[in-house]
């Protein structure tokens, strides 16, 4: 069982959902990239997804993407980020997922970067633009090395399109709950359920819903149908706001808690 199954499978036990924060790599520093972490780890989240900068990202919103190009300004590499990563592999550090663009991966070569992603510390890796009819190489590489290659949904996805998704998905699938870019909302679709709902009876794999989501009160809304929920937006705006490392930390791992506390009052799916 890999370790996301496994942070998945621990909350399901315990009656309750999982949180997953998503923090930008390197905005504005690694130093305060590898604060927070550790301030998330002391929040006790369940997993944490750790966006790596590309200049030309897909569907995340204003607020992601001005990090990613903070970052990038400032010099950021894939190679920085990876060797932040090593040097936390001893600090306890709950699953963490590399929310790479393919393109980068590729670049890197796909090998040498699951060998590197899983060597540095890396449990999954969840690509946006690589589609699940395009991914077997992918996904078969990043098994070799133990880890799990996420895929998404996003609503408009049609019923056989959704169902080719979820069989090449592993560890869980990234239920995307809004047509469109990343960023906070104040309500979450009414159809979200229903698509949930469905999606349940088409794979024991938990379902964790992001994009919109940046509220304690959001969560109580896909009792039942989710079995987790990422929150991002929400998270990097605290950190942009900080004055230093300390307070990014800080303020992170304060909303952390709360949301922490909101899942644990929340039962996950059925999965059967």
Same mark, same amino acid.
């Given at each position: 069982?890999?370790?996301?199954?496994?942070?998945?499978?621990?909350?399901?036990?315990?009656?309750?959902?999982?949180?997953?924060?998503?923090?930008?790599?390197?905005?504005?520093?690694?130093?305060?990239?590898?604060?927070?972490?550790?301030?998330?780890?002391?929040?006790?989240?369940?997993?944490?997804?750790?966006?790596?900068?590309?200049?030309?990202?897909?569907?995340?919103?204003?607020?992601?993407?001005?990090?990613?190009?903070?970052?990038?300004?400032?010099?950021?590499?894939?190679?920085?980020?990876?060797?932040?990563?090593?040097?936390?592999?001893?600090?306890?550090?709950?699953?963490?997922?590399?929310? !790479?663009?393919? *393109? =980068? +991966?590729? $670049?890197?070569?796909?090998?040498?970067? /699951?060998?590197? #992603? %899983?060597?540095?510390?890396?449990?999954?890796?969840?690509?946006?633009?690589?589609?699940?009819?395009?991914?077997?190489?992918?996904?078969?590489?990043?098994?070799?090395?133990?880890?799990?290659?996420?895929?998404?949904?996003?609503?408009?996805?049609?019923?056989?399109?959704?169902?080719?998704?979820?069989?090449?998905?592993?560890?869980?699938?990234?239920?995307?709950?809004?047509?469109?870019?990343?960023?906070?909302?104040?309500?979450?679709?009414?159809?979200?359920?229903?698509?949930?709902?469905?999606?349940?009876?088409?794979?024991?794999?938990?379902?964790?819903?992001?994009?919109?989501?940046?509220?304690?009160?959001?969560?109580?809304?896909?009792?039942?149908?989710?079995?987790?929920?990422? !929150?991002?937006? *929400? =998270? +990097?705006? $605290?950190?942009?706001?900080?004055?230093? /490392?300390?307070? #990014? %930390?800080?303020?992170?791992?304060?909303?952390?808690?709360?949301?922490?506390?909101?899942?644990?009052?929340?039962?996950?799916?059925?999965?059967?």
């Amino acid at each position: 069982m890999s370790r996301i199954s496994e942070a998945f499978d621990n909350a399901a036990q315990a009656g309750r959902m999982t949180f997953m924060p998503f923090i930008t790599a390197g905005d504005p520093s690694t130093d305060t990239t590898a604060a927070v972490l550790k301030a998330l780890r002391d929040a006790k989240v369940d997993l944490i997804e750790l966006g790596f900068p590309y200049s030309d990202p897909i569907a995340d919103g204003p607020v992601i993407q001005a990090s990613y190009t903070r970052a990038l300004d400032n010099g950021l590499t894939v190679q920085q980020v990876l060797d932040m990563m090593e040097s936390l592999k001893e600090e306890g550090l709950p699953p963490v997922l590399a929310m !790479v663009s393919y *393109a =980068i +991966v590729f $670049r890197y070569g796909i090998k040498s970067f /699951a060998n590197k #992603a %899983a060597q540095v510390g890396f449990s999954g890796l969840i690509m946006p633009d690589l589609p699940a009819d395009e991914a077997e190489e992918m996904a078969a590489v990043a098994k070799a090395e133990g880890m799990d290659l996420v895929q998404l949904i996003a609503p408009t996805t049609t019923e056989a399109r959704t169902q080719q998704i979820l069989d090449a998905s592993s560890g869980f699938v990234y239920c995307v709950s809004v047509a469109g870019t990343t960023g906070v909302r104040k309500q979450l679709p009414a159809e979200l359920t229903d698509q949930l709902k469905s999606m349940r009876k088409s794979t024991t794999l938990p379902l964790a819903v992001g994009f919109g989501i940046s509220s304690p009160e959001q969560v109580a809304e896909l009792e039942g149908v989710a079995d987790g929920i990422i !929150v991002g937006s *929400a =998270i +990097v705006r $605290r950190m942009t706001e900080a004055a230093n /490392a300390a307070e #990014a %930390a800080s303020s992170v791992q304060e909303f952390a808690e709360d949301m922490c506390r909101a899942v644990a009052a929340v039962k996950p799916s059925t999965r059967v």
